[in-house]
Nanobody, 126 residues
Framework: VQLQASGGGSVQAGGSLRLSCVAS????????IAWFRQVPGKEREFVAA????????VYADSVKGRFTISRSNPKNMAYLDMNSLKPEDTALYYC????????????????????WGQGTQVTVSS
């Protein structure tokens, strides 16, 4: 499966953005989906993940209550709605796919995700 993330941009603190991840090559419902982010010079950080059915979601503590991950399997799309953005949310955001079993617990570990998109930059100014 190929993934392409989009929707990044520059916003002021307190603003909102919606990131999208479109899959091609294989049906998105075959994969759990996660968003990660990375700042130059720092390790990649887990942001949020959603199970194949969409029934289970997991969030990093730093974004809980502000970000919402969702998916539309018929559209082969996944989303990350980001609200109340803070300057520390500034990063390159990646979507990733894990070919997990349908009822598997969603993982937050990057090494469990086999497929990665190219990243979309989010910049939040104070």
């Amino acid at each position: 499966v190929q993934l392409q993330a989009s929707g990044g941009g520059s916003v002021q603190a307190g603003g909102s953005l919606r990131l999208s991840c479109v899959a091609s090559g294989r049906t998105l419902s075959n994969y759990a989906i996660a968003w990660f982010r990375q700042v130059p010079g720092k390790e990649r950080e887990f942001v949020a993940a959603i199970s194949r059915s969409g029934a289970r979601t997991v969030y990093a503590d730093s974004v809980k209550g502000r970000f919402t991950i969702s998916r539309s399997n018929p559209k082969n799309m996944a989303y990350l709605d980001m609200n109340s953005l803070k300057p520390e949310d500034t990063a390159l955001y990646y979507c990733a796919a894990d070919p997990a079993p349908w009822m598997a617990v969603v993982t937050t570990k990057g090494e469990e995700y086999d497929y990665w998109g190219q990243g979309t930059q989010v910049t939040v100014s104070s």
